[in-house]
């Protein structure tokens, strides 16, 4: 059995876990890619600079390349900052997402 950390989504062996992290980043991209959405509507699909929601433990902004992680969303305004501006979804709840430099809301679950 291998113990060198892998790429979940090539497969691909690091020899380092921080080069897995630095993959998206070496592109300099200064956005991410967001899908908010539930069962019967998708309320916004593609990139934005940041994400601002709020959870249990207060408010909280996603930026481009932040730490893969889940979380249950309290109701709140979701603001989505664009390049065209910002985007305000008011929300009753819902799960976010955060994976590889994508953000994704599932709302009305």
Known sequence: MNDQPRDTGTGKLFDDVSAVANTSKESGDDTLVAKIWSPFRVYFNGRAKSISAVNGTGPFDVLPHHHNFISLLNPCNLVLQTGSGE?????????MHVHKNAVTVFLEV
């Open 87 to 95: 985007t305000s979804i008011k929300i009753s709840g819902g799960i």
